[in-house]
């Protein structure tokens, strides 16, 4: 502390904000509803929760569940109001620019986790087997409904060749022959966005997978090569379970590709050079970054998670979330005597003033010393 408030006490004091709006996502509606839920109540914030009412199922469960274990609005902090049948709202830019305006409107504070085209550069001196298995499973968990899932695969030619019968095997492996009679594939959310997906299929060319069928709403675990930069799935998140391989020349041009793009939610590299792995991290931007894996950053509680730029911003999860939902007010009590000394803080100021003040700060930081 300063030695002019030496005597004085200076402290943090964490306020709520007062009333919080939790906006619920279809791809994984219980975490990315209840996460934030808690860390708001834990804040002191009465919480208005609106579920995606894409994912209907869990959000009659929590309209029925949610009241019988919490308070609802009431002259409590801790408590929380339920809002059904919204409008669609997906983590996208466009749905973020339309809440930021609304947000602006009343100088409303914001976190918003957005998404985007999250790269997977994959190095030639790589266990392509392992690196697989981890793209596979990130990948394709959940239908690829997942925000932070490798959106794209950033590699050589020959790093392709490589890579490409060790991603068939993993797929067999997880998913069996047959990934449409396996009980952890999953389907797209709604016809929507499977005709929004299977559109998607027309692009590069289909190497693995690229079944569909619409009455089931199932897509294949599905990789295509030979996309070129212009085509649909190199310019909007896929969010479904289709993995396009993009090849450049080398690791410079990859992150010179990556770094041309909106900053996406998160950045894969795989390599067993790990300075390879600390130049993708230390050369490009984006709300969170993996080596040598996929998603698992976000299982830390010890990490902040959110997005940059165009991919969002604020972060949560564990005390992260606390936080973001908390106003850290600073505060300070001054010592109410001493107020001799304190005059020459007064107008007039004059030369008399001045000299008064050097000898002040003199014994003030002798004391500051002995402290």
Known sequence: ????????????????????????????????????????????????????????????????????????????????????????????????????????????????????????????????????????????????????????????????????????????????NEPKQSADFGRMVNDRHFKRAQALLECGRVAIGGETDECERYIAPTVLADVKEWEPIMQEEVLAPILPIFTVNDMEEAIHFINCRDRPLAVYAFSCDNKVVNEVLDRTSSGGFCGNDTLFHASLITLPYGGIGCSGFGKYHGKFTFDTFTHFRGCLLRYIGLETINKMRYPPYNDNNLKLTVASLEVRRSMCTLL
């Not at 902090?77 to 709202?89: D, G, R, V």
Request: a neutral charge; hydrophobic letters at 45%; aromatic letters at 8%.
């Open 1 to 176: 502390m300063p030695c002019m408030t030496q005597l004085d006490c200076a402290f943090i004091q964490k306020d709520p904000y007062g009333v919080v709006l939790v906006i619920g996502a279809f791809n994984f509606p219980i975490q990315l509803t209840l996460l934030p839920l808690v860390g708001a109540i834990a804040a002191g914030n009465c919480v208005i929760l609106k579920p995606s009412e894409v994912s209907s199922c869990t959000e009659r469960l929590l309209a029925e569940a949610l009241p019988c274990y919490l308070d609802p609005v009431s002259s409590s902090t801790a408590s929380f109001i339920l809002l059904k049948n919204q409008n669609e709202a997906e983590g996208s830019v466009r749905v973020g620019k339309i809440i930021m305006t609304a947000a602006a409107k009343h100088v409303t504070p914001l976190t918003l986790e957005l998404g985007g085209k999250s790269p997977c550069y994959v190095d030639k001196c790589c266990n392509f087997q392992n690196a697989a298995n981890r793209i596979v499973w990130g990948k394709f968990l959940n239908a690829g409904q997942t925000c932070i899932a490798p959106d794209y695969v950033i590699c050589t030619v020959e790093t392709q060749e490589r890579l490409m019968p060790c991603l068939r095997q993993a797929i067999s492996e997880f998913f069996g």
